[in-house]
């Protein structure tokens, strides 16, 4: 991993969802995040594709935690069931560790609405693969404390506008790996391509929300463009059952599978 | 998996799987013939029991994509959405997706013999340096197309065969012993047979939460550490509920080993599946 080196690099999608968190005790991050009406989907709710992210974000950054001083993480997997589909905020997202391995660390994650008397959101487990950056893993003051930075404007554009999805047929979607898309290691944001599957989804079933995912992040996407492609396994009584196959149709390769349930906006 | 893993009367024998790899050690099947003590009270196998397939399977794919490094699974994923009925066999078809330095992921494709989809199942695995005591990766590959003698069989259902006791049902908490039959070749609690009690603790806190027939047809498992000693104690928590759905997170422990965590898992239940 080498990671770029300006100070604006890796760090758009942190200020587009507005995550701040704090170290509230050794290796338990407590993050906080509104309910901006850029993140809204539009079933009303914050989109699935969202909460992902900020899952990703705060699960990963106490993943991180967890692995120094020996490395910093890369997510490798994310599973997330919602529960709740309309919010107040603001959302709360408190995660902790359950388990440093030798090579891998594993986060719990849930996330509550503290406008509705702290409403479960949703519940994930998130795992990262600890790996040894070529400049050494981060340094941070602890207890970490990361601000969100200033209020977002009024007028950001919605996820899809903000990635500029477009839509291939009837059961996919793409974006360009834009610059400002990408993490510190210069590789698409994981909670861009989390959100990138959430929309695939969405287009697939026709406006369906998504209520339960399991992601591996299987490859780095690099070259862009990134496809998510949808094909439906099956129907029950909670939604229909999808596979959503990712590549980066620049490279040539899968970079990540998701089995999604996909529920009616209903 | 030693020289007498697993012991004549054991979970992997009775539940009759038959297994084929491919050669270049990127692709395996396996079979299951579905019968009744396998099956939820709605008549279909129980998610648990499937994910015991794909352990198995999985397992023994991920140890030659890991060669010459040995794996500890590091979570399971299954979502179902086909009835596998008694007197159908599912077959899992698994393939390698990425085998990593660190890791090994794969997806297993579930079907019956009319080539139906009864659901698809992920796993993933942490690449460990190989110790003395694990199994050569030939031997996995090599091993018979069956673990099951000409006496394998399961003589009573899957839940007494394992003495699942339900304590609390409101708050899913059931107590398993760890046995013999159950173990795995590490001598704790096979990755499967967990899947199962979480399966029973989730389906159990969800009727009584919804007062639905619910099954469980999605389970995430999170292995943390391993259940040697047992019982292994579960508590589950409904998370939401809707109409003819819902889903609970579940906890387990090793209640013998000072309690020590053992697993996470989401769980999701559905009306009966068609």
């Known amino acids: 991993m080498n990671s770029d080196e300006r100070p604006e690099a890796g760090?758009?999608?942190?200020?587009?969802?507005?995550?701040?968190?704090?170290?509230?005790?050794?290796l338990?991050?407590?993050?906080?995040?509104?309910?901006?009406?850029?993140?809204?989907g539009p079933a009303g709710g914050v989109r699935t594709g969202a909460l992902l992210t900020m899952l990703d974000n705060v699960g990963g950054v106490t993943g991180g935690l967890a692995a120094l001083p020996d490395g910093w993480v890369v997510s490798t997997n994310l599973a997330a069931r919602v529960v709740a589909r309309s919010h107040v905020g603001p959302l709360r997202i408190d995660s902790c560790l359950l388990r440093r391995g030798r090579n891998n660390v594993v986060t719990s994650v849930q996330v509550r609405d503290e406008g509705l008397r702290?409403?479960?959101?949703?519940?994930?487990?998130?795992?990262?693969?600890?790996?040894?950056?070529?400049?050494?893993?981060?340094?941070?003051?602890r207890p970490l404390v990361l601000e969100a930075g200033p209020e977002p404007a009024p007028d950001l554009p919605s996820m899809p506008d903000w990635l500029g999805v477009r839509v291939v047929g009837d059961h996919a979607v793409e974006i360009e790996l834009a610059a400002e898309l990408r993490n510190p290691w210069g590789i698409l944001h994981g909670g861009v391509v989390a959100t990138l599957v959430d929309l695939a989804a969405e287009h697939a079933t026709g406006g369906g929300i998504t209520t339960d995912v399991v992601l591996h992040f299987l490859a780095p996407n690099r070259v862009g463009p990134v496809r998510a492609s949808v094909r439906e396994l099956g129907r029950r009584t909670d939604g229909r059952l999808l596979r959503v196959e990712v590549r980066d149709e620049?490279?040539?390769?899968?970079?990540?599978?998701?089995?999604?349930?996909?529920?009616?906006?209903? | 998996m030693t020289a007498v893993y697993p012991p004549d009367h054991h979970l992997l024998r009775d539940l009759r799987f038959s297994f084929e790899h491919d050669a270049d050690g990127r692709r395996s099947r396996a079979w299951m013939?579905?019968?009744?003590?396998?099956?939820?009270d709605l008549g279909h196998a129980r998610a648990g029991v499937?994910?015991?397939?794909?352990?198995?399977?999985?397992?023994?794919?991920?140890?030659?994509?890991?060669?010459?490094?040995?794996?500890?699974?590091?979570?399971?994923?299954?979502?179902?959405?086909?009835?596998?009925?008694?007197?159908?066999?599912?077959?899992?078809?698994?393939?390698?997706?990425?085998?990593?330095?660190?890791?090994?992921?794969?997806?297993?494709?579930?079907?019956?013999?009319?080539?139906?989809?009864?659901?698809i199942a992920?796993?993933?695995?942490?690449?460990?340096?190989?110790?003395?005591?694990?199994?050569?990766?030939?031997?996995?590959?090599?091993?018979?197309?069956?673990?099951?003698?000409?006496?394998?069989?399961?003589?009573?259902?899957?839940?007494?065969?394992?003495?699942?006791?339900?304590?609390?049902?409101?708050?899913?908490v059931i107590e398993v012993p760890v046995t013999d039959w159950s173990r795995n070749s590490m001598g704790s609690m096979q990755g499967g047979v967990v899947a199962t009690v979480a399966e029973v603790a989730a389906e159990t806190a969800l009727r009584a939460a919804t007062n639905e027939q619910l099954v469980v047809?999605?389970?995430?498992?999170?292995?943390?550490?391993?259940?040697?000693?047992?019982?292994?104690?579960?508590?589950?928590?409904a998370l939401g509920t809707g109409d003819g759905h819902g889903s609970a997170r579940v906890e387990l422990v090793d209640a013998g080993a000072e309690s020590r965590q053992m697993t996470v898992v989401h769980a999701v239940a559905t009306r009966v599946l068609t």
């Open chain 1, 11 to 26: 760090h758009h999608v942190g200020r587009y969802m507005g995550v701040a968190m704090r170290e509230v005790e050794e």
């Open chain 1, 28 to 40: 338990h991050l407590v993050g906080h995040a509104s309910v901006a009406p850029h993140l809204r």
């Open chain 1, 118 to 141: 702290d409403a479960l959101v949703a519940s994930g487990v998130l795992t990262s693969a600890i790996l040894v950056p070529e400049n050494g893993p981060p340094q941070w003051t």
């Open chain 1, 250 to 266: 620049g490279a040539a390769r899968m970079t990540a599978l998701a089995i999604v349930t996909c529920a009616p906006r209903a």
């Open chain 2, 33 to 40: 013939p579905v019968v009744r003590e396998l099956c939820t």
């Open chain 2, 50 to 119: 499937l994910a015991t397939l794909v352990d198995v399977i999985g397992g023994g794919l991920a140890a030659s994509a890991a060669a010459p490094g040995w794996i500890a699974t590091a979570d399971l994923t299954l979502h179902l959405v086909g009835a596998a009925r008694p007197g159908s066999v599912v077959e899992a078809r698994a393939e390698v997706l990425r085998a990593g330095r660190t890791t090994v992921v794969l997806e297993v494709a579930l079907v019956d013999e009319h080539e139906r989809n009864v659901g």
């Open chain 2, 122 to 172: 992920t796993m993933s695995f942490a690449v460990l340096p190989r110790r003395e005591a694990n199994p050569e990766v030939d031997r996995v590959r090599d091993s018979p197309s069956t673990m099951a003698t000409a006496r394998s069989r399961l003589d009573r259902p899957l839940l007494e065969e394992l003495d699942v006791q339900v304590r609390d049902p409101a708050r899913g």
């Open chain 2, 217 to 237: 047809t999605d389970l995430q498992v999170t292995y943390l550490g391993f259940g040697r000693v047992g019982p292994v104690r579960t508590t589950a928590e």
